[in-house]
């Protein structure tokens, strides 16, 4: 009993009571958007044949999970970090040998029973682990490249796989590893051309490629005559800006085109226009028509930013107080795709309105903060590194799925944490924000 005492002090409750907060409002969700008038409420939840009774389930099982975890000792987490990371990377690959294919995606492993297990997401945890590992190394100077350009591949090798295993999503969610290593002395210059490049993109659909590049070259001429006193001292100043500008008008008038036309597929082209109210021409995309030409074309479907506008729809529809428990027409009514995993914030949104996802949001931003306060309280540098490295998960996956829905991100394939329907998600979450616990839990040791 004395062992069981020590091993459970120093938890941090207030993130348990938000975790089990948010996992009770997801389930409610999921109910929400699949009640039928007439049903028995309490043989659905419990014959597990409905989505909402399944993550009930889930949720039971993750119970026992963090159960286990919070009674495990800290150490053997920064014991098997790197041959987890290693397991996590192989069942990626096995995807690829005995994978199923859902929703053209085929990274998910067939667990029987109807269940199936995403790799990608159990990787982050690994991934979060093993970058906690070698960050913490004794010897590890990461002002040096040398360090930064292993910290990134520990952190890409997983988006590289989940790209070729045509998750998109899961793929910019390993970006996020960025903000912890920039937490432990990432050079800031590298978030600024990442911000960039990115807001060169969003510009580049927007205006005119000319008038892009006229914008551009006015830019850099205004950047050297503000410069042109310190040229006088340094003149790799000018050369610098001049760099800048040609790798800019070079990214906007082939790489950018490029990207859209021959890497990404039509639809996702598409998605991404249509952000920016701008509509994408798929006879430009290579992969379209190789699939024309050999006959692999599905048959038409529905227009690519369709589940977005049902999204706004639906989300609009609740006003200012929503339209109440179980009252949601748009969301019960199955008018939005896919509304029980990655548009389920729509369900929120028309039955309590913008004081009920006002609400909500403040939830997340509470647990948000209370991870980056656990963080920064941490002596070993691998629990903090950890810590940020969960935080910045769950901040990229609320971010993007909430925008998402509200039409200000394309549309990815991001459940929203805790919230969503699925047990790879769920489980992910949990064994994320239950290991940062157990090593919160035992601050006082350094750890390695």
Known sequence: MTKNKSISQGVDYPVIWLYATLVAIGILCIFMVEY?????????????????????????????????????????????????????????????????????????????????????ELCKIFTALALAKFLSRQEIDFSKLKYQLIGGAIAMAPAVLSILQHELGLALVYTSFLIAMYREGLPAQILIIGSSFGA???????????????ALTIIAVFLIYIARRQAKRNKGVITIIFIAWLISAGTQ?????????????????TRIYSMVGKDYNCADNVKSMKKQQTGNEKAPRKPDDYNVRQSKIAIG????????????????????????????????GEAFGFLGCLFFLILYITLLFRIVRIAERQRSTFSRVYAYSVVSILFFHIAVNVSMTIGLFPIVGIPLPLISYGGSSLLTFTILIFILLRLDADRQMVLR
């Open 253 to 269: 008038r082939f790489v950018i085109p490029y990207i859209f036309n021959n890497v990404l597929e039509c639809y996702q082209s």
């Open 200 to 214: 060169l993109v969003i510009a580049s659909l927007i205006i005119e490629p000319n008038t892009l590049l006229i």
């Open 317 to 348: 529809s609740g006003g200012f107080t929503g339209k109440g428990f179980l009252k949601g027409t748009q969301t019960r009514g199955k008018y939005v795709p896919e509304q029980h995993t990655d548009f389920i914030f729509t369900s929120l």
């Open 36 to 120: 039928r008038e007439g049903i028995n409420v309490f043989s659905s939840f419990i014959g597990g044949k409905t989505n909402y009774s399944k993550q009930l389930y889930f949720a039971g099982f993750c119970v026992l999970i963090a159960t286990f975890i919070i009674l495990t000792d800290s150490k053997l987490f920064t014991a098997f970090a790197n041959l987890m990371y290693v397991f996590g990377l192989l069942l990626m690959v096995a995807t690829f040998v005995i994978g199923k294919n859902i929703n053209g995606s085929k990274s998910w492993i067939p667990l029987g029973g109807g269940f199936n297990l995403q790799p990608a």
